[in-house]
């Protein structure tokens, strides 16, 4: 009998490989202006930015930018910009205390019961708000090909009850890595829940195929999905039937969002957004104040507004459609509420 999973994506083999899609991703600033058909700019020079933290973004991702249009909110998001290389008082290369929260090579740990492996430096998508744009992933990784010292880690701790993968993003490991890791974690006694955190969903929506959710529904372990989508925009129907097969999977499938100037710092985007996760078997988690990494300051906005559009917020829509609003400060044992 076929179920009714399988029946959803069956027809997923016949979509674009998405390692081929990630291969042919934008990673020029002069390509991508030329391919979303930007006017010229005076004075516009996005070399030294581009140069700190290299642009990358999916030919589907950018197609959903109006093009000739530089204040799109999905454009903002993944264009390098002269004001990333302006040096702001308070904006750091660490803001959240990654490198003082190591247990291992790769493991972090920051709040009570949970720990968060590192699972790899790579992404689909290069955001410019990106609070790990300057972490050393180079020197501080764990052993990708058998996560020995990774599963004896969190093995030996009998405290922890939840692993969440992140990044880079977990999912742009292969099927067969991230498979490997998730059935040694599920096979810790101690262990009930594997949490991964993955833009993938939104801006490489073909990486949820069939193969990811053969081997992903067959976990033996609760799992929990928290995606990264700011604007509604970002979530058309391919992005919206993938949330779905994920949530089919037996997944709690979740969004976490950042508030940022220009993208989403205002009612009524914040409002679509959650009103069509929601359509799409998603609800919204966190909102976070920026976290304040080097060379973001242009998106940042004052604690008083987001505290304002979270009032508004909370006229509009049901509860459980409105996103917590926290900070997060380096050494403190959880997400800070703002309201």
């Not at 979270?310 to 829509?317: A, G």
Request: charged share 20%; aromatic share 8%.
């Amino acid at each position: 009998m076929i179920t009714g999973i399988e029946m959803k994506h069956k027809s997923l083999s016949q979509q674009n490989n998405w390692q081929q899609l990630l291969a042919q991703a934008i990673r020029d600033p002069k390509a991508l202006i030329e391919y979303l058909e930007l006017p010229k700019k005076p004075f516009y020079d996005a070399y030294q930015a581009n140069k700190n933290h290299q642009l990358l973004a999916p030919l589907g991702y950018l197609d959903k930018i109006k093009k000739g249009c530089w204040d799109d909110p999905l454009l903002k998001q993944i264009l390098p910009v002269e004001d990333e290389v302006v040096d702001v008082k308070g904006y750091v290369s660490d803001p959240v205390g990654d490198l003082n929260a190591s247990l291992t090579s790769g493991v972090l740990q920051k709040y009570h019961g949970r720990a968060l492996i590192i699972t790899t430096g790579t992404c689909a998508v290069h955001c410019r708000y990106c609070f790990r744009k300057e972490y050393p992933y180079s020197e501080i990784k764990p052993a990708i090909n058998d996560w020995k010292q990774v599963i004896e880690t969190i093995n030996n701790d009998p405290s922890l009850h939840e692993v969440i993968l992140s990044g880079g993003d977990p999912f742009i490991l292969s099927d067969q890595r991230l498979a490997s890791l998730c059935q040694q974690l599920a096979a810790i006694p101690h262990i009930n829940t594997i949490r991964f955190h993955s833009r993938i969903p939104v801006v490489l929506p073909q990486r949820i195929d069939t193969n990811f959710l053969d081997w992903f529904s067959a976990l033996p372990i609760k799992k929990v999905v928290v995606i990264h989508a700011n604007h509604a925009n970002e979530i058309d129907t391919l992005v919206g039937d993938k949330l779905c097969l994920l949530s089919d999977t037996g997944a709690t499938v979740l969004n976490q969002s950042v508030l940022l100037k220009g993208v989403n710092d205002n009612v009524e985007t914040l409002e679509n957004l959650s009103q069509k996760l929601f359509h799409y078997q998603t609800l919204p988690y966190y909102l976070h104040l920026l976290d304040k990494v080097k060379g973001t300051a242009h998106f940042d906005i004052q604690q008083q507004q987001a505290v304002i559009l979270m009032e508004q917020l909370r006229n509009r829509l049901p509860g459980y459609l409105v996103p917590k609003l926290v900070r997060e400060i380096s050494g403190k044992r959880s997400k800070s509420p703002i309201v």
